[in-house]
């Protein structure tokens, strides 16, 4: 379980973070939502360490993060994997290379241990025999599978995924939602999904944050967000005409 | 680079001499990156440097007019010429054009497509895995082809008197044996270890703190070949001023 209490922070004086606090059960899938420029990403980065939160502390397991040194935060992060935005694939490796880079660089395994992991990992994502493609070569969907493969080679506790849905099409995004709720669920990781896609939001939002300007403004889970009562989690929900012509015929 | 940025530059060399993760991987990287420092930019090196030799020793005896100086002073000149000075400093400033530009590219365009934050949330240190190895083969390929650089240069000097006739190749070789000072050689060593920190150390700095998309990248790898290059003038300088 990851716990945030409190979370602040501010760039340049402007502050985009305003006392974010939610917990993330494990085994479930919790996104995070709201609308551009609500937080989202800030708060996944401060919960990742990318970002150092100005207050608030970020507990996995009930270890709190934040003030942690360099040493105890490796150990931290050797638990957790990540999905980017734009996958963040070595543009320099193969998509095999890619996903055993994590296991070559902390583990001891042979050659053959790796590569058997690769082949679950690649299977896992439905992307079996692709192992001798570089990024370039993908698709957007498969450089997202790809992205998961990896994040999951190591086993991790802990997955964070970045707007997974960004760029692809609806049947795609789909697939990804659908694989990133099955390895919750197979692996039991807490899984934390910062996105502003409805359809992910009613698919495999077991737990939701909603953000709006910084702020914590609702949660809950999916079956319960189409009714309440809160404006700007309205807006944001049934922003587009087809929520909203789904809402009226409801 | 004002003080800011130099503050940040030093906390990022911190960064990047900490202990690797695994000393295997990093070692293949540096092998990786000495073949594309040493043995990618030996062409280069070789046609600049028998060019600037050829050329000096025209020039050199263009400027000798007076009939009491010995034609084998050309040889002298170009000598200790292109060991102090020519083949390290015009070396290197090439090397911050070529190889400079390439490292700041390649660790910006890492920064901005999330590679690097992919890196560190591995748990990997993004400095050291990405710079120490660049550092490590700067430091030990630009003295490699300082020392090819010097070899071609004198040779270049030989081929350009010979054919140009400004020089006989027995003055030539007379010249470039005669007090002929050894500590030439370790002054020219020294300034091309420094030059190859700089060379691989700024531009890696100056990409690993690009924030923005490609336009950013590309001014990024622009200010890492100047300030590079006006480093490399500068530390030429004190380097000269304090071994000889």
Same mark, same amino acid.
């Given at each position: 379980?990851?716990?945030?209490?409190?979370?602040?922070?501010?760039?340049?004086?402007? +502050?985009?973070?305003?006392?974010?606090?939610?917990?993330?059960?494990?085994?479930?899938?919790?996104?995070?939502?709201?609308? /551009?420029?609500?937080?989202?990403?800030?708060?996944?980065?401060?919960?990742?360490? %990318?970002?150092?939160?100005? /207050?608030?502390?970020?507990?996995?397991?009930?270890?709190?993060?934040?003030?942690?040194?360099?040493?105890?935060?490796?150990?931290?992060?050797?638990?957790?994997?990540?999905?980017?935005?734009?996958?963040?694939?070595?543009?320099?490796?193969?998509? +095999?290379?890619?996903?055993?880079?994590?296991?070559?660089?902390?583990?001891?395994?042979?050659?053959?241990?790796?590569?058997?992991?690769?082949?679950?990992?690649?299977?896992?994502?439905?992307?079996?025999?692709?192992?001798?493609?570089?990024?370039? +070569?993908?698709?957007?969907?498969?450089?997202?599978?790809?992205?998961?493969?990896?994040?999951?080679?190591?086993?991790?506790?802990?997955?964070?995924?970045?707007?997974?849905? /960004?760029?692809?099409?609806?049947?795609?995004?789909?697939?990804?939602?659908?694989?990133?709720? +099955?390895?919750?669920?197979?692996?039991?990781?807490?899984?934390?999904?910062?996105?502003?896609?409805?359809? /992910?939001?009613?698919?495999?939002?077991?737990?939701? %944050?909603?953000?709006?300007?910084?702020?914590?403004?609702?949660?809950?889970?999916?079956?319960?967000?189409?009714?309440?009562?809160?404006?700007?989690?309205?807006?944001?929900?049934?922003?587009?005409?087809?929520?909203?012509?789904?809402?009226?015929?409801? | 680079?004002?003080?800011?940025?130099?503050?940040? &530059?030093?906390?990022?060399?911190?960064?990047?001499? =900490? =202990?690797? !993760?695994?000393?295997?991987?990093?070692?293949?990287?540096?092998?990786? @990156?000495?073949?594309?420092?040493? #043995?990618?930019? $030996?062409?280069?090196?070789?046609?600049?440097?028998?060019?600037?030799?050829?050329?000096?020793?025209? @020039?050199?005896?263009?400027?000798?007019?007076?009939?009491?100086?010995?034609?084998?002073?050309?040889?002298?000149?170009? =000598?200790?010429?292109?060991?102090?000075?020519?083949?390290?400093?015009?070396?290197?400033?090439?090397?911050?054009?070529?190889?400079?530009?390439?490292?700041?590219?390649?660790?910006?365009?890492?920064?901005?497509?999330? @590679?690097?934050?992919? $890196?560190?949330?591995?748990?990997?240190?993004?400095?050291?895995?990405?710079?120490?190895?660049?550092?490590?083969?700067?430091?030990?390929?630009?003295?490699? *082809? #300082?020392?090819?650089?010097?070899?071609?240069?004198?040779?270049?000097?030989?081929?350009?008197?010979?054919?140009?006739?400004?020089?006989?190749?027995?003055? &030539?070789?007379?010249?470039?044996?005669?007090?002929?000072?050894? &500590?030439?050689?370790? #002054?020219?060593?020294?300034?091309?270890?420094?030059?190859?920190?700089?060379?691989?150390?700024?531009?890696?700095?100056?990409?690993?703190? #690009?924030?923005?998309?490609?336009? !950013?990248?590309?001014?990024?790898?622009?200010?890492?070949?100047?300030?590079?290059?006006?480093?490399? *003038?500068?530390?030429?300088?004190?380097?000269?001023?304090?071994?000889?």
């Amino acid at each position: 379980m990851i716990e945030v209490k409190d979370i602040y922070k501010s760039f340049s004086g402007n +502050e985009v973070l305003k006392g974010i606090s939610g917990k993330f059960e494990e085994g479930v899938t919790n996104l995070i939502i709201g609308g /551009s420029g609500s937080g989202k990403t800030t708060l996944l980065k401060c919960m990742v360490g %990318l970002h150092q939160p100005d /207050s608030g502390s970020v507990l996995y397991d009930g270890r709190d993060f934040t003030p942690m040194t360099y040493e105890q935060r490796i150990e931290v992060r050797k638990e957790i994997g990540m999905l980017f935005q734009g996958s963040a694939l070595f543009d320099s490796m193969t998509v +095999e290379d890619n996903i055993m880079f994590p296991l070559n660089m902390f583990t001891d395994q042979t050659r053959n241990e790796k590569l058997e992991r690769v082949n679950f990992c690649l299977e896992r994502v439905n992307l079996a025999g692709k192992n001798k493609l570089f990024p370039a +070569e993908l698709s957007g969907g498969m450089k997202k599978r790809v992205g998961i493969a990896r994040a999951i080679s190591m086993n991790p506790k802990y997955l964070f995924c970045d707007e997974p849905n /960004s760029g692809l099409d609806p049947k795609t995004s789909i697939v990804i939602d659908e694989l990133i709720q +099955e390895l919750t669920e197979e692996f039991k990781t807490t899984t934390i999904v910062v996105t502003h896609d409805m359809n /992910s939001v009613m698919g495999i939002g077991d737990y939701i %944050l909603f953000l709006h300007e910084g702020k914590k403004f609702w949660e809950g889970s999916n079956k319960e967000i189409a009714h309440t009562e809160i404006k700007e989690l309205n807006d944001f929900v049934f922003a587009s005409r087809f929520m909203k012509a789904a809402k009226d015929k409801f | 680079m004002n003080f800011t940025n130099f503050g940040r &530059y030093i906390l990022l060399l911190k960064s990047v001499f =900490r =202990r690797p !993760e695994k000393l295997k991987i990093y070692l293949k990287e540096i092998a990786k @990156q000495m073949d594309y420092v040493g #043995v990618g930019s $030996l062409g280069l090196i070789a046609i600049i440097s028998t060019f600037i030799g050829a050329v000096m020793t025209l @020039q050199i005896a263009f400027q000798l007019v007076s009939d009491f100086i010995p034609k084998t002073i050309i040889g002298s000149v170009n =000598r200790d010429s292109s060991i102090l000075e020519l083949s390290p400093t015009i070396s290197a400033i090439v090397l911050a054009g070529k190889i400079g530009s390439a490292i700041s590219s390649e660790i910006g365009s890492m920064r901005v497509t999330e @590679q690097i934050d992919a $890196l560190e949330i591995m748990g990997i240190n993004a400095p050291g895995y990405l710079i120490l190895p660049k550092i490590i083969s700067g430091i030990t390929m630009v003295p490699m *082809l #300082v020392i090819i650089s010097m070899f071609l240069s004198i040779s270049g000097g030989y081929i350009g008197g010979s054919v140009s006739g400004a020089v006989t190749p027995s003055e &030539y070789l007379q010249g470039i044996t005669t007090d002929f000072n050894p &500590y030439t050689i370790v #002054v020219a060593l020294v300034k091309a270890f420094v030059f190859g920190f700089i060379i691989t150390s700024v531009p890696a700095y100056e990409g690993f703190y #690009v924030r923005g998309g490609a336009l !950013e990248v590309s001014q990024a790898s622009t200010r890492a070949v100047v300030i590079s290059c006006i480093s490399i *003038l500068v530390c030429d300088y004190l380097v000269t001023q304090l071994l000889l």
